[in-house]
RNA sequence: GGUCGCGUAGCCUAGCAUGGAUAGGGCACCGGCCUUCUAAGCCGGGAGUCGCGGGUUCGAAUCCCGUCGCGACCGCCA
């Protein structure tokens, strides 16, 4: 792993950039300026080395090994350094850190700081869009996906300094909500059910008339022309659908702790002009082609095969279309990051290029792959999906079975409360530990996966520490005493965080986080096991550093959208 | 067929942007640890040609080329 140095280099109150800095000038000192990379370490090789004695050798005309001896010869650790020992092995230059200097500032700045330590200084506006399914159903776990991203990266992105703004893109001018519409006006809508799903249902029995029926075709075609063209009536009930759907919908993010700020609904940027302006700026300029009475851009030029149809031969718009006028939007208010599925690629060059011609910033995209079935790819339209609600259910239950065989003495009301938040802690983790790039085949058993390291795992540590804090307060002054290999290896896994909010934000990676804070977990349960607190000689110390642990992973799986339960 | 993404032990996965020293984890399997701060934990064990072939480099899981397998896309759908 490379340590990539942060940022901001006016801010230098971040213990492992400290560290860094002061190696840095250590070696600069012997020979010279030069681009110097940290990479982390373990074991024999001290706590992170740096391999420039390899891409200096051929300047100097000696062996990578004979530089790091002579470097490492020369070094004079000054009085108070952060860095205890500097050796040179293979030719690369190891350092240990000087962990009674680096631990007693690392507590005294989180002390300080509370839940705002590790707390980054990018700056700017994002405006981050994610889930927009379409109003004809449940979010099923594909959207699950796409949400659980999105709201992770909003958070860590947050965290790290940007102002974030989090966007739903309503998509109520396509065929998919018409349908429903259409079939509103036939079927009774089940009052019984949870909304969005009441909603399916007429949807997929409508959609069985219209795939089989010219006529209904015909008539859902008229009210999607009607409410183009605002008639009264037909937006009302393309407003009440749309909106009886994302009160479900919304019912759902809630359980996963998930909100957005705006909603932003197709039509409006049909009602305001935007979408005819975009276009009549498009056609001015040198790509547009006509065919038919369709207009169209060749992007050929672009390295795209695929030809942007924005108006159909009969006179309508397209998404794509109504889409890049949304973008137009969104990019005059910030830094746009959409969270799209991988079969929106090509959409995603499209609309990059063609805001490129409008002179707009282009969006960045956050594209993940496929959940899939067993038996093969989910459909709404079909019925054929398991939904997010299924599976938050599914994971409390299973929690509950967990928190009932562990603690079986525990009133029904602390089951029930552990249950929901370690249930949808360890939905949320596995679906956010993994890549987004990584296409993945659900399968019950590990999507209710509450294994090591896991979200159950690292909620766990945060109760054992609280509970050893629950029994002794630390006092305010400490001293660290000679650190033991358990307590270095928090304390250095505690060092990290900051690095990783920010390493995680700039490559808009959640997945980086949440591994991270895996890793910061497993530091913690090793040394509870091999390290008395209560009992130590180094109590207060102790008491210290564990609350200093819960102070940096409750802030961890807030980050990631978890609870963080004090008892479980 | 073309474009993009993925391919790391029986299964899942980290690392790939920024090439470095023994490729980290987890599940499953085997063997240990609860009179000591909650065992949702810890310790130990076996299991790997990093899909395959070439190239660049002192050094490749990482970069380049080729190839195979899987997925997505290639609508005047959204």
């Known amino acids: 792993m490379v340590l990539v140095p942060f940022s901001d280099s006016g801010k230098s109150d971040v213990m492992l950039k400290k560290i860094h800095s002061e190696a840095e000038e250590l070696i600069f000192g012997i020979i010279g300026k030069e681009d110097i990379q940290f990479q982390d370490s373990r074991g024999e090789y001290g706590d992170f080395a740096t391999n420039i004695c390899f891409s200096i050798a051929g300047k100097f005309k000696k062996s990578p090994q004979k530089i790091a001896q002579e470097i490492v010869g020369k070094v004079t650790l000054p009085k108070g350094s952060m860095i205890s020992r500097i050796e040179s092995q293979n030719g690369f230059i190891n350092f240990f850190i000087n962990y009674n200097k680096a631990t007693e500032l690392l507590i005294e ?4 700081k509370g839940a705002d330590f590790g707390r980054g200084y990018l700056k700017g506006k994002i405006i981050l869009e994610h889930t927009s399914a379409n109003p004809d159903g449940p979010l099923h776990i594909g959207h699950g996906r796409n949400a659980i991203i999105g709201d ?14 989090r966007q739903y893109y309503l998509n109520d001018m396509g065929k998919q909500l018409a349908v429903v519409v259409y079939g509103l006006e036939r079927f009774p809508i089940d009052k019984q059910k949870k909304k969005d799903h009441a909603i399916a249902e007429i949807y997929i ?21 009607d409410y183009e063209a605002e008639k009264d009536e037909v937006v009302s009930k393309f407003e009440y659908a749309a909106r009886f759907c994302l009160e479900g919908i919304n019912e759902t993010l809630s359980k996963l702790y998930i909100k957005h700020d705006i909603i932003t609904w197709e039509s409006q940027f049909v009602r305001s002009g935007l979408v005819n302006k975009v276009l009549s700026e498009l056609v001015a300029t040198e790509y547009v082609k006509n065919d038919e009475k369709a207009i169209y851009l060749d992007l050929k030029e672009f390295g795209i095969e695929k030809e942007l149809v924005l108006r159909r031969s009969d006179g309508t718009l397209l998404y794509a279309t109504r889409d ?35 002179s707009a910033p282009e969006p960045e995209f956050v594209i993940y792959e496929f959940i899939t079935l067993p038996e093969g790819s989910m459909s709404t339209r079909r019925g054929v999906f398991i939904s997010v609600d299924e599976l938050i259910k599914e994971s409390i239950n299973r929690a509950y079975e967990e928190v009932n065989r562990r603690r079986p003495d525990e009133s029904e ?27 993945m085949i659900f399968r019950w058993e590990e999507a209710l996966d509450f294994d090591r390291l896991g979200a159950p795992s690292i909620q766990y540590a945060y109760a054992r520490a609280r509970r050893i ?93 978890i609870e963080a339960p004090e008892r479980m």
Do not use: C
């Open 324 to 358: 890049l006028a949304h973008h137009l939007w969104k990019s005059s208010r910030g830094k746009v990051i959409d969270i799209w599925g991988a079969d929106h690629k090509l959409l995603a060059r499209q609309i990059s290029v063609a805001l490129e011609l409008l």
């Open 413 to 439: 009301e602390f089951k029930n409360r552990v249950a929901e938040k370690v249930g949808i802690g360890a939905l949320r983790f596995n679906i956010v530990k993994i890549a987004p790039e990584k296409s």
């Open 152 to 165: 992770s990266l909003a958070r860590v992105m947050s965290f790290a300094g940007y102002d974030v703004e």
């Open 205 to 225: 029995k409508a959609n069985k008339l219209y795939e089989e029926s010219d006529e209904v075709k015909d008539t859902v075609s008229k009210l999607i022309i």
């Open 469 to 561: 804090l629950e029994q002794s307060e630390p006092e305010e002054n400490f001293e660290v005493p000679e650190l033991n290999e358990y307590e270095k290896a928090l304390v250095k896994e505690i060092m990290k965080f900051p690095f990783i909010v920010e390493n995680s934000a700039i490559s808009k990676k959640p997945n980086i986080f949440a591994n991270y804070l895996a890793g910061l977990t497993d530091s913690f349960h090793k040394f509870y096991m091999f390290t008395p607190v209560l009992k130590s000689e180094f109590k207060n110390f102790r008491l210290n550093l564990v609350l200093a642990f819960t102070v940096v992973i409750k802030k961890g799986l807030e980050l990631l959208g």
């Open 109 to 112: 700045e989180i002390k300080e």
